[in-house]
């Protein structure tokens, strides 16, 4: 297949966390929310004048200054953070907003304001920390839009003058929707014999959707949608067997791309921050703010491990199940970051009942947040999807 014409811009504004839209949007006078977790609701951050940036670390290299105050036990993904914003690359945010999703990613934040690390040219600057609950029941909903209005709405508009009303919020749902509409549609297309689009390629743009303005970003895929709709893909089909991705975040193409070069077609992505599910419409049913429905539609879909109750769980397993049959996966690559507690036990208990109860193939990997062991994991991959296309051939 020809290359995607927005690809290499694509991967561009992913090679900087201070890409070439967010100095754009700040040009224009808004102001940029960094957040770190899922459990942030990305539509709270997109207000009128104001901008939601996942904090990103690509291209880390050393991380002995993060690991010096952090030590070498904490995830890949809290020590690169802290290190990129060590050597200043988050300087461009104007505040941090970090819920207590793990506590590795909270002690991360919390050596970025110790250490001063932002915000030091801006007299306003501010970090919020979000306490998040672990069931998804009323209790659980109050305490969530309770956390959501003080911790976010409250201070952008007192700090910041930020409209908070409810007009405002329903016009960042109308936004939040429409992309969700796009990526949706972009990932259609993964679901044919012969995709007319790649998992590595889905992967960058889908990132982008996270670490860029959505009103900068939202032209670029609106032409790669309509570009899908014409693109001929290969004659014949590349792959050796389908593949499901899930647990936690995956900040590297380049993990995605490997197991593709390995045969294994990724079709969909069930991992922290990807679009499943991350990219479902918002509803606002009547009588309803926008405000309660946001937050009572995160908590409903969030799929965080963190979330124990005996429901969420079963949630979680359902969710993968339901994506394998819709996608037409083979199996399922289950990865968890390196130290992840959440996602480690969510691997091992995952991996058990898809391939035990619900007769799924199942290749459970840990990883680091930079592609890493790229000897190992290119084993593992090719090993797993020869196992797929064995199966196949036998049944």
Request: negative net charge; glycine residues 6%; charged residues 25%.
């Amino acid at each position: 297949m020809r290359d995607l014409k927005h690809l290499t811009y694509f991967e561009d504004l992913l090679q900087e966390a201070n890409n070439a839209l967010v100095v754009q949007a700040q040009a224009e006078g808004k102001k940029c929310v960094a957040f770190v977790c899922e459990n942030t609701p990305e539509p709270l951050m997109n207000l009128d004048n104001t901008f939601g940036v996942r904090l990103h670390a690509p291209n880390t290299g050393s991380m002995d200054i993060a690991t010096y105050y952090m030590t070498s036990l904490l995830c890949e993904t809290s020590r690169s953070l802290l290190e990129r914003a060590v050597e200043g690359g988050f300087n461009f945010a104007d505040c941090v907003i970090a819920p207590d999703g793990c506590t590795m990613i909270n002690r991360c934040v919390e050596n970025m304001e110790l250490l001063k690390t932002m915000g030091k040219s801006k007299p306003k600057f501010f970090y919020e920390y979000m306490e998040i609950p672990m069931k998804a029941d009323d209790n659980g909903l109050n305490l969530y839009v309770l956390q959501c209005r003080n911790h976010i709405l409250t201070p952008l508009h007192d700090v910041y003058g930020i409209d908070v009303s409810d007009a405002a919020i329903r016009s960042a749902v109308a936004e939040h929707n429409h992309v969700c509409e796009l990526i949706r549609a972009i990932g259609e297309y993964r679901k044919g014999d012969n995709p007319r689009i790649t998992g590595y390629e889905f992967h960058v743009i889908q990132l982008c959707t996270q670490t860029c303005p959505k009103d900068l970003i939202l032209p670029y895929l609106r032409e790669t949608l309509q570009e899908l709709r014409t693109r001929e893909p290969d004659p014949k089909p590349w792959y050796r067997a389908r593949v499901l991705i899930a647990g936690s975040e995956i900040d590297d193409p380049e993990f995605t791309k490997m197991c593709e070069m390995a045969g294994g077609l990724v079709v969909a992505d069930r991992y922290c921050f990807g679009s499943f599910p991350s990219r479902e419409r918002i509803e606002i049913r009547d009588g309803e703010s926008a405000f309660d429905a946001i937050v009572r539609h995160y908590l409903h879909w969030n799929q965080c491990a963190r979330f124990m109750e005996g429901a969420k769980i079963d949630q979680r397993h359902a969710e993968v199940k339901r994506l394998v049959d819709e996608f037409h996966a083979d199996g399922v690559i289950y990865e968890n970051m390196k130290f992840c507690e959440f996602w480690s036990y969510e691997k091992v208990l995952a991996s058990h009942v898809l391939q035990q109860e619900m007769g799924i193939p199942c290749c459970t990997i840990e990883k680091e947040y930079a592609l890493g062991s790229i000897g190992q994991l290119r084993t593992r991959f090719q090993a797993f999807v020869e196992s797929l296309e064995i199966k196949k051939i036998n049944s």
